[in-house]
């Protein structure tokens, strides 16, 4: 692949400012692309009001320019590109791959993660209804080489069930929202933290009924809290502290394993990016789901 035709992403939602591993995310995808000399895309997925915080997308933005991580062309809030989401779920309804569903949130819960298709033949109206796309083939795999975990498959129809587009309060997935854009984007290379690799094969399986390229994925160690839990901004893990990007980046490239050497923290972020574009190597990278973040993180 020529580098002008390589094109990553960064999609952080706008729930709270970046912290050390949602930073670790956008650094590696980064320099994935860079060492490629592809375009590196940012993506605001703004379109779940009910968990955005005010103030977090420009927060987030300037929490990356400070870091060095400059983004190719404007970036694309996902709150601007509704019509497209809904132009996708016509084309499913019209192939037949998506219905209306309209169980209880408690029924959903009882079945404990894999819905049971109950609604799959009711031809329910869509006042008021959520939408589910519908899984075609019953114990189809869904398989994919990750360029970090190695390779994964998962039987969509034994593990999830037919899945949710729209919601009942008519905002889009996640799922769908992301796939839409990744093609839009024409997004080639994939790199996020492991919490999206089990929504891998329900997005791969969304290209395919929408005729769309896959990219390639890779999926880094969710970092975690000494504690063990995943650090998120919902169980508030600590943000960024202005005027040690450095120092944040430097720690960064350790947690990913690229030995950065002692000096490079006193120096400036475009030397340390500079010296770990050249140095980049993905396969350095734990093949693990989680890794506990640095001490202070
Ligand atoms: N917006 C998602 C998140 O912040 C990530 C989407 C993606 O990288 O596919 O968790
Ligand atoms: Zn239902």
Redesign the pocket.
Known sequence: MSPENIIG?????P?GPLHFG?LSCALASYLDIKKLGGSWLVRM?DIDPPREIEGASSHILKQLEAHGLCWDGDVLFQSTRLNAYQDSLNILEQKNLAYHCECSRQRVNALQGIYDNHCRRSHLPSAGNATRVQLNHPNHLIEFVDQIAGPHAQSLAHDVGDFIIRRRDNLFS?QLA?TVDDQYQKITH?M??S??LD?TPRQIYLQRCLGFTQPQYAHLPLATSALGQKLSKQNLASALIPGQETLNIWAALNWLNQSPANDLKTGSVSEILSWAISHWDSTNVNRSLTKPAPEGF
């Open positions: 992403r960064f999609a952080p939602s729930t949602s997925e996640y992301v994939v996020r933290g919490d999206l929504s």
